[in-house]
RNA sequence: GGUGCCAUAGCUCAGUUGGUAGAGCAACGGACUGAAAAUCCGUGUGUCCCAGGUUCGAAUCCCGGUGGUACCA
């Protein structure tokens, strides 16, 4: 039996109820895997319901939820770092770890043990490539080659950072944290289209009717830019274009339905690319009854 | 009831003097190892309202319907 257990699902599938019906059965708990329930303050709109982890009156352990302020920036490095302090600490404890949550790279960052140095930000650098064009930058880049893994470099701020790690890898060769592989069964929550744009959407009104206006109101009146909550995308980027007057309560609410049903339309491309390379991830049908899914899960995962 | 205008992709619309049609958005597919809920790339999916006519050839011109719309009664 392979000692991680991963949930992963696109929004709506439901992945998070039954990640904790699964800990609760099996005296685990969850890390999660979302990139933006690190925040603190960042609720309503993330769809961090921590009542979500309570079954039958008991509590579920979770952790890497609300970790950091609103407006900070966690990246995939940070993620990789904090899951294994987290990762190697319940298994310390002999409980189970379940990984769950819909951030694809972060969950694959994990599972196949990506490589990352840690490359500080290199300000006199940054200062001397920010005049560039992305066609300069794109070849200063391609002369460092070769570059095993590298971010797209579709846009400039991206490029930078990639001949900022280029650079500081050149520097430092062994630099890379050594975070090995981690086994893992896979449990994928499979919602069909038509469901998935039905919770979407009821489920927005929902957020709407909770206060999530106010949420971003709030965010904004605590010093957190705007710019910084619109990168932060969805809810929180067409939201803050609402409070701010940019756009009306109608093409808001359109607007963040058609961006949040794109969103799952790419979480699902990435999980089926993570097939493609190789994972073997183990579908159940989000309608089933939890019992049903449960059952189903853990024969899965005592083969594994 | 009369007159004008409109009817083309899922939506909003373009389409020249007649040569079987194309934009935006949506949708769909994909990439992606450092803010990934980000960022980026690709794909046109059509009874041109219906039925006749003119023509070698009709989304386009003519006639008659149907539906919508505006004004006049």
Not at 228 to 249: H, R, S
Request: glycine share 6%.
């Amino acid at each position: 039996m392979k000692k991680l257990i991963t949930v992963l699902g696109p929004t709506a599938s439901g992945k998070t109820t039954f990640a904790a019906h699964l800990a609760s059965r099996l005296d685990g708990e969850i890390i999660s895997a979302d990139s933006r329930q690190v925040y603190r303050g960042m609720d309503i709109g993330t769809g961090k319901d921590l009542a979500d982890y309570r079954i039958g009156g008991n509590p579920v352990p979770y952790h890497l939820i609300d970790i950091r302020d609103a407006g900070d920036k966690y990246t995939l490095f940070n993620y990789q770092h904090d899951f294994h302090k987290v990762y190697s600490d319940v298994l310390s404890r002999n409980k189970t770890a379940i990984l769950c949550g819909g951030t694809g790279l972060y969950i694959e960052s994990v599972l196949k043990g990506y490589r990352l140095p840690d490359v500080p930000e290199n300000t006199v650098l940054r200062k001397r490539l920010e005049p560039k064009s992305l066609d300069e930058l794109t070849r200063i880049l391609s002369s460092y080659k070769p570059l095993h893994n590298t971010t797209d470099t579709d846009t400039k701020k991206r490029a930078i950072r990639a001949i900022e790690i280029a650079d500081f890898q050149r520097k430092h060769p062994a630099s890379e944290l050594d975070y090995p592989p981690v086994e893992s069964v896979i449990i994928g929550l499979d919602i069909d289209r038509e469901s998935r744009r039905q919770k979407i959407s009821s489920r927005l009104k929902k957020r709407l009717d909770e206060g999530m206006v106010a949420e971003v109101q709030s965010l904004l009146n605590k010093g957190v830019s705007p710019d910084d909550l619109i990168y932060y995308g969805l809810e929180y980027k067409f939201v803050t274009l609402y409070v701010t007057g940019k756009i009306n309560f109608g093409e808001m609410f359109s607007e963040l339905e058609i961006a949040i049903h794109r969103f799952a339309k790419r979480q699902m491309t990435w999980f089926r690319g993570m097939e493609r390379r190789g994972f073997t991830i183990h579908w159940l049908d989000f309608s089933l009854p939890v019992d049903e899914k449960i059952e189903k899960a853990l024969v899965h995962i005592r083969n594994s």
